[in-house]
């Protein structure tokens, strides 16, 4: 497949279509096409032909919250197009609904026969990534049966379950075979001179497990209309720097991306919530790092995803050792799914715990928010979670046996487990990754400001001083330790890690600046890593390298080892402020605005680490996520590090 794919998401639901409207289904690629529910593709064929032909593309798929393009029949100049068609489609909430009008150019009556070639393949997204792993799914059956108006997908493997519904208005006059297992849903239009008509396609996709009375929306603008009810709700009371409409023009769009990206969760007495994804198309599901990075951002500005946050991660936090996923008791759950390969165990993700940050973040989540908003019921209700959480630090993090919080790679899972968790991000300078334990420096920072902001709920909701002096004395111990044990005198910067035998992890990068935003840094260390953050080695111009350029490791086309991500360079900014390096901060700021400036006000997950000096326009990651809630909350962190200088 040759042309962009197009997102459009509500919720936990997204449609990747083609630059004509169309789903090809091809696997392989950077980036899956189709309708997606729930980790599951429930559309993995739409295209359009017109007597019996692919339309050409007049005006393509544009970005947005609706897909409209223009096709017309192919042909020559001599020959003017006997017709045009406009198509429109949308995302509702495990729907997708196109309209398709076709409009006469002749002053004489013309037939049109339209066909609409549909399927649906049920693939995990598992399935859908570029590593070439297969998964076996025996005894696995499609269904297809014709309705009246439409057609019907469906899949059983064992107890899983799953339809998808197409219907029409009106309903096609055939539904062809094609030799696969997609149909044909055909109509014969006869138009009035220079006169139009108009079919509507909608698609129910019904995911295992989901009970739900649900109801497809009329049409697309139907849609619109709801998606931008919501967008104004979010966006409603934020008040946007006048001085700098760049930034307010990036919060604006953070926002409403962040409405679009709220996907429904349980809370501990089964109450229905709704918080933030991690980001389509491969993570649109609770990616307990993601959301609570995302919720922080947006703390001073929103506090319902906090709150929904906070509720969410507790129903799930694991309450025994043992099982499937790294659990261990009082840790905060990685990732959350709901496709077939997780149900049935053949991926680890179900409930995954392979982090050592989310459970601190947790931690400096519910301090913040209980500071921000001043209610201490939130805090009363998840005092037993809390603590548990501080526990789990303790104990099965390694906190007090090893000093720090310490992972392991995990066998299935995932190699690293601090937000650079791809499998090459923890490094040596030269490229060297170390095996067995792993003590990542920004995990201890987060360590730090979780016993210090729990200490204080403590002391302040909970009434109890024993337990809030013993989370100072040990969040200062750590301070101490740190402070020499991971400080690179020769070069003036801390280490990427220690490894288990308590070596320096010696590679340089961007987690100093996490060190900055949590506060674990003396003064004097701090603005020294401040300062060193905005050389050019590090700093790109559209903000800080994952990893500073001239080490063997670097590659400005790593997702982790040279790349510029922007929810990284937004805790950078809030580090900076915090210690006073507040022209260094707005430098930060405004190259992150500049690059969102470049990208229609909108943040992609990562960009490439390519200078700006010889770039003058940011180069893209080729496989980033470009709806992700991090870098969607990023610009409203950086209102908060500079204000609207």
Not at 332 to 343: F, K, P, S, Y
Request: one cysteine or more; charged letters at 20%.
């Amino acid at each position: 497949m040759t042309d962009r794919h197009h997102l459009l998401v509500h919720g936990a639901t997204f449609a990747a279509v083609g630059d004509r409207g169309d789903i090809s289904g091809v696997r392989g690629g950077g980036s899956p096409d189709g309708l997606f529910v729930r980790d599951a593709r429930h559309l993995s064929r739409w295209q359009l032909t017109v007597d019996g032909a692919v339309p050409e593309v007049l005006t393509p798929v544009a970005d947005g919250d609706t897909a409209r393009c223009v096709l017309v029949p192919r042909g020559g100049r001599p020959e003017p197009p006997a017709h045009t068609l406009f198509r429109e489609q949308a995302v509702g909430d495990s729907s997708f609904v196109e309209t398709v009008r076709v409009t006469g150019n002749r002053p004489v009556p013309t037939v049109v026969r339209l066909a609409i070639t549909a399927d649906a393949d049920f693939a995990d997204q598992f399935e859908l990534r570029p590593d070439h792993r297969t998964y076996v799914k025996a005894g696995a059956l499609r269904s297809r049966v014709v309705l009246d108006d439409g057609i019907e997908f469906a899949y059983r493997r064992a107890e899983w379950r799953s339809c998808t519904t197409i219907t029409a208005d009106p309903a096609p006059d055939a539904v062809e075979e094609t030799g696969t297992g997609a149909r044909r849903l055909v109509w014969t239009l006869e138009l009035p001179p220079h006169g139009t008509r108009e079919l509507v396609l909608r698609v129910m996709a019904r995911p295992h497990g989901d009970r739900r009375a649900l109801r497809v929306p009329r049409d697309p603008a139907a849609v619109h209309g709801q998606l931008t009810a919501e967008e104004d709700a979010f966006v409603q009371g934020v008040a946007f720097p006048t001085g700098w409409p760049e930034l307010a023009a990036a919060c604006a769009r953070g926002l409403t991306d962040l409405a679009a990206l709220q996907i429904p969760a349980s809370g501990p007495d089964g109450e229905e919530l709704r918080v933030p994804a991690g980001g389509a198309p491969w993570y649109l599901t609770l990616l307990a790092r993601d959301a609570l990075l995302t919720s922080l951002f947006a703390l001073p500005y929103r506090t319902g995803p906090a709150a929904g946050t906070l509720l969410a991660l507790a129903a799930t936090q694991a309450g025994a050792a043992g099982g499937s996923g790294a659990a261990q008791p009082g840790k905060i759950v990685h990732e959350v799914r709901h496709g077939e390969l997780a149900h049935f165990g053949q991926v680890p993700y179900g409930r995954y715990y392979g982090s050592v940050d989310a459970t601190p973040l947790f931690l400096i989540l519910l301090g913040a928010y209980t500071e921000q908003t001043g209610d201490p019921a939130l805090a009363r209700r998840l005092e037993p979670h809390a603590r548990a959480a501080v526990t789990w630090m303790l104990d099965h993090g390694g906190l007090t046996s090893r000093g720090y919080l310490v992972y392991r790679a995990d066998e299935g899972g995932l190699a690293n487990q601090n937000w650079k968790d791809s499998p090459g991000a923890i490094c040596c300078a030269d490229g060297t990754r170390p095996s067995g334990a792993v003590m990542a420096a920004g995990a201890q920072g987060y360590a730090y400001d979780a016993l210090r902001r729990t200490a204080w709920v403590a002391r302040t909701v909970w009434s109890d001083g024993t337990y809030a002096a013993l989370l100072e004395q040990s969040a200062a111990d750590l301070r101490d330790r740190f402070q020499r044990d991971f400080w690179l005198p020769d070069r003036a910067f801390p280490a990427l890690a220690l490894d288990g035998e308590g070596r320096r992890i010696d590679a340089l990068a961007s987690d100093a600046g996490h060190l900055l935003w949590t506060g674990l840094l003396d003064k004097e260390y701090g603005e020294v890593v401040g300062h060193r953050l905005l050389e050019p080695d590090f700093f790109s111009g559209w903000g800080v390298r994952t990893l500073a350029a001239g080490q063997p490791a670097y590659h400005p086309l790593s997702y982790h080892r040279g790349s510029v991500w922007p929810h990284d360079n937004a805790l950078i900014a809030l580090g900076l402020a915090r210690y006073g390096l507040h022209d260094e901060a707005r430098a930060v700021a405004h190259a992150l605005v500049d690059a969102a400036t470049a990208g229609g006000h909108r943040l992609p997950e990562v960009l490439a680490g390519y200078s700006r000096s010889t770039h003058p326009e940011p180069v893209p990651y080729p496989h980033a996520c470009t709806r992700e809630s991090r870098s969607a909350a990023a610009p409203l962190a950086l209102l908060t590090a500079v204000g609207g200088a």
